[in-house]
């Protein structure tokens, strides 16, 4: 849906209710540093604060919206199991299941799917999964597993997953943090081979680096990370939380390079920004070596989960999706490319995701990203100079170009 935004009207009426966002603060932890809107209903690409206006979603939900706000086929989806069954646990099997693992698992092209909840849980999950097949099938020592992370990564906030992060604010304070990790720089093939040792289970990496500022490796790098891991007797593990299921303009980010990981880590997209999905996907003979016990979640796999995850699956298996972000990618990235020395730096994108550096002369991400909310825009900066820009992929073309007619202006 295009919805036209005055955007003198937007800046003359400022941020959102101040009252409404010190309420908000005074009785939450601060953990996050939203920026002063108060959101009360959305649609598509659109959403609406609580005075009415309205504003272009440029973020998705870090790829949580794939499919925009409220979709008709997800919320239909939803509403439907929700007049059934919403929840059993794992200790019984629901109608809704069977569908759902069948149907990613052929979306993957693997025979086994493991459904969690959050994009942590699954990469904590993949964690468990790499270690026990490394103790089971490769012969590794007990308690000697290790695994190959990227510098810049991001995988999650849980203690280990920070444990192994180079991010001062997500891991100083937090310690002590678990063993077993390695770290090599990211898109550095000599580098990932040299780390290798007869204890090597994994290799856990993002095929593109979101919170790091959408950092693309270098062509033939996720080539090179499946030859040495299948050489080595190594888990390929691609973290796709972000990039994946039709984000960057394929299914998957690894699909850019033909590769096909061991184990595939997902979430976000996959419960259509109506409910919290996440899954790890691979062969009978990696996630195999897990037997009942040793792993599980009460809400993992709950039949409202795999009803909207069902859906997405479907919705993906068209390729509609994927083609639209490819070419509405070629849009954005033109128009970036554009501002290069007009107020941004760097432009990194790949599909309908972007990493724009900031001139410094012209603000910090955040002050940049506050100038677009005045105009209509809710974008996110990341790591002080970057913004990122991840926009639903149902987004219009009109729209798209609005928002980029945004950022423009406040460049200039």
Not at 123 to 148: F, H, L, M, N, P
Request: aromatic letters at 6%; proline letters at 5%; glycine letters at 12%.
């Amino acid at each position: 849906m295009s919805i036209t935004t005055d955007t003198t009207s937007m800046e003359s009426k400022g941020g959102a209710t101040p009252a409404e966002v010190l309420r908000a603060e005074a009785r939450t932890a601060h953990n996050y540093h939203p920026l002063p809107v108060v959101l009360a209903q959305a649609e598509g690409a659109w959403m609406t604060d609580i005075d009415g206006r309205r504003f272009l979603d440029m973020l998705a939900g870090y790829s949580a919206l794939n499919f925009g706000h409220g979709h008709p086929r997800l919320i239909a989806a939803a509403h439907a199991q929700l007049d059934r069954l919403t929840l059993t646990s794992r200790a019984f099997v629901h109608d809704a299941f069977a569908d759902f693992t069948a149907g990613l698992g052929d979306l993957c092209g693997k025979e086994l799917v493991l459904p969690m909840n959050t994009g942590a849980e699954a990469v904590e999950t993949a964690i468990k999964v790499s270690r026990k097949w490394g103790y089971d099938v490769k012969g590794v020592a007990a308690d000697s597993a290790r695994i190959i992370v990227a510098a810049g990564n991001f995988h999650g906030r849980t203690t280990t997953i920070v444990g192994f992060s180079d991010d001062p604010d997500a891991r100083d304070g937090f310690g002590p943090f678990a063993p077993g990790f390695d770290q090599v720089a990211y898109g550095d093939l000599a580098a990932l081979e040299a780390a290798i040792t007869p204890d090597t289970v994994a290799v856990l990496i993002e095929p593109i680096q979101g919170e790091a500022g959408v950092l693309i490796p270098p062509d033939g790098y996720l080539r090179g990370v499946r030859e040495i891991c299948t050489r080595h007797n190594v888990l390929f593990v691609a973290d796709e939380i972000q990039a994946g299921l039709g984000r960057t303009g394929r299914t998957f980010a690894c699909d850019h390079e033909d590769v096909v990981p061991d184990l595939y880590v997902l979430g976000k997209a996959l419960g259509g920004g109506v409910v919290p999905v996440s899954a790890v996907v691979g062969d009978r003979e990696v996630l195999g070596v897990l037997k009942p016990g040793q792993h599980g979640s009460t809400f993992g796999g709950n039949p409202l989960a795999c009803a909207v995850g069902s859906e997405v699956v479907a919705m993906l298996a068209s390729g509609e999706y994927q083609s639209r972000a490819a070419e509405l990618g070629l849009v954005l990235r033109e128009r970036l490319d554009a501002m290069i020395d007009k107020g941004v730096v760097a432009v990194r994108s790949r599909g309908l995701w972007a990493g724009i550096d900031i001139d410094p002369a012209i603000g910090s991400g955040r002050e940049v990203c506050e100038r677009l909310m005045a105009r209509g825009v809710l974008a996110k900066d990341t790591h002080g100079s970057t913004i990122r820009l991840a926009p639903p992929l149902v987004i219009s073309a009109e729209d798209l170009q609005w928002g980029l007619d945004q950022l423009a202006a406040v460049l200039a």
